[in-house]
């Protein structure tokens, strides 16, 4: 048994940060951002919280899938940062939204919707759910260095959602890893304990840009080769590839070595910036809304980010 996504949903939070507004406050420039990164603004936190934002994107997902709160079954949520480390994200959002089922959330760094999209699959495959909620909420302002040129004009705010349930949308799913923490990392609160021998203190985001790049590009092309070639398909027998929107150029590099017309290629990274595992379900659900996965609509998700790890879906509408 697979699975079927069965609705979408999505949002971003009010407070539009355009390039010009970073070159205020940092030795910056609209030109480098948007030529080195394709990103012209981004969406940051203000006055909302991250779980007002994940509350949103699933309330949009259950409508537009037509699904009541009582038959969602379980909630994943990917995020690598929620409100507390304690509880889930996926049980704060509950009360809101009318759910009462078993929540946790999953850190799969940038990758998390995909890795999210396989604990479904393996919850429906067992039986222990028929229906879930899987949700991608990141707030990579929060820890992002807003002194630091190199990572934080690259990040912003976003919640992405999706109602799964039984079916055989879910082509295959597959992960690569290739374990390097010092390439992209983030540290958790160093906490007091009087027993730690080495306290460490706390850390922004600290990130070697052209190591992920070439990580991004490099296994991208190759995750979604292997996935094409499993199949039997032919890189325009895909419809749209949603990957990562982490930088243009990374989706320029895949896109140009796949061979496949920019319309494949939907991006949404010149609005949004990198917003880690919400990315995907963000610009499915912008597809999803314009109308554009009809029946028999044939999708790749690909992402890759901390870890370092890559996930790619092949996923049939
Ligand atoms: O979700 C996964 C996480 N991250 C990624 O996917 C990021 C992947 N990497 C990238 O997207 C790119 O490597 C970056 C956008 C991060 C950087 O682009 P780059 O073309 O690799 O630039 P660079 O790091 O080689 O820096 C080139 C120059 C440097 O100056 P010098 O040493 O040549 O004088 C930087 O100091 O650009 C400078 N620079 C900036 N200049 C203006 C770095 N950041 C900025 C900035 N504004 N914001």
Redesign the pocket.
């Known amino acids: 048994m697979s699975l079927k996504i069965l609705g979408t949903g999505s949002a971003l939070p009010k407070k539009v940060v355009t390039n010009d507004d ?1 070159a205020a406050f ?4 609209d030109e ?2 948007s030529t ?2 394709g990103i012209r603004e981004r969406r940051v936190l203000s006055d909302e919280t991250l779980q007002s934002l994940a509350e949103q994107a699933g309330k949009n997902a259950l409508e537009c899938a037509g699904v009541a709160p009582e038959e969602i079954d379980f909630v994943l949520v990917s995020t690598v940062q929620a409100e507390t480390l304690s509880p889930a994200l996926a049980c704060d959002i509950q009360p809101a939204l009318g759910l009462k089922c078993m929540g946790m959330d999953i850190n799969g ?2 990758t998390g919707f995909i890795a999210a999209l396989s604990v479904a699959e393996g919850l429906i495959a067992s039986g222990r759910a028929k229906k879930l909620l899987v949700i991608s909420a990141e707030a990579l302002s929060r820890f992002a260095d807003w002194t630091d ?3 934080c ?2 990040f912003g705010d976003a919640a992405g959602a999706a109602v799964v349930g039984e079916g055989e949308g879910l082509r295959d799913i597959r992960f690569a890893s290739e374990p390097r923490r010092e390439v ?1 990392c983030a540290s958790t609160p160093p906490g007091n304990s009087p027993f730690a021998v080495d306290p460490k203190p706390a850390q922004y985001l600290k ?1 070697q ?2 190591e ?2 070439k990580f ?1 590009v490099s296994h991208s092309f190759k995750d979604i080769r292997d996935m094409l070639s499993a199949h039997e398909l032919q890189p325009e027998d895909v419809d749209f590839y949603v990957l ?1 929107q ?2 243009m ?2 989706l320029e590099g895949v896109r140009t070595r796949l061979k496949v017309d920019a319309e494949r290629f939907p991006h949404n990274i010149e609005r949004t910036g ?1 917003t ?1 595992s919400a990315t995907v379900p963000v610009l499915l659900d912008e597809l999803n809304r314009a109308g554009k996965l009809k029946p028999g609509c044939r999708v790749i998700l690909n992402a ?3 870890g370092l790890c890559t996930g790619t879906a092949l996923i049939e509408f």
């Not at 940092?26 to 420039?29: E, P, Y």
């Open positions: 970073l940092l030795d910056t420039n480098w951002i080195r990164t760094g940038c040129r190199s990572t004009v690259l992209l990130m840009g052209q992920v790049y991004a990562h982490a930088n150029r990374i990198n880690s890759f980010g901390a």
